[in-house]
C-alpha cells in the first residue's frame, strides 16, 4: 500500500493522501449512503526539473521498456518493475498510476507476486487487469494477458 501512496505522490507532484479501498457504499431503499473523504497526510518538495525527469521515466519505463506488458490503448500508464533477489525464488514488483489522456491520473497500483519471477512477466499483467477494470475496459487480447499471469 505504501508504494502505491508513494505512485500516486510521484502522479500528484508531491501530495500524499491516505489510500482508501472504498470510495463510497450505496444502500438500497433511501438509506444513507457513505462517501470516503480525501484526507491529505503530507507532501514530498521537489524541483520542477525534478519531477517532470520522474515522471518521464516513469512514462519510458511503460512505453519502451520493461513496462511494455502493462499498455493499454487509451490509456497514459506511468511505472516501474522491480525485482525483488530472494533465495526461494525472487519476487516481482510493478509500480505505477494510470489517466485517461488529457486527465489527472486517477488510479495508482502496487502490485507484488511472491516467487514470481520478473516485474515485467509477473507483476505488470496483473496491474494491466487492474488497470481494465478501474477504467471500465475490456481486454481485446485475453488469451494473450491470461498466457502471460502466472
Known sequence: IQMAVMAA?????????R???????AYAEGTPEYKQKPEKTGAITLSEPTWNQ???????????????PVQIPGIDIFGKTG???NPGGDHAWF??????PGEPASVAVAVIVENGGHGSSGAAP????????????DDKN?????GSVR
Open 142 to 146: 485475453k488469451a494473450a494477458a491470461r
Open 83 to 85: 525485482t525483488a533477489q
Open 54 to 68: 520522474l515522471q518521464e521515466a516513469m512514462r519510458l519505463v511503460v512505453s519502451s521498456g520493461t513496462g511494455r
Open 126 to 137: 496483473i496491474a494491466r487487469a487492474i488497470y481494465l477494470a478501474a477504467f471500465g475496459l
Open 9 to 17: 505522490a510521484l502522479a500528484n507532484r508531491g501530495t500524499l493522501w
Open 95 to 100: 509500480v505505477s498510476y494510470a489517466a485517461r
Open 19 to 25: 489510500p482508501h479501498f472504498t470510495d463510497r457504499i
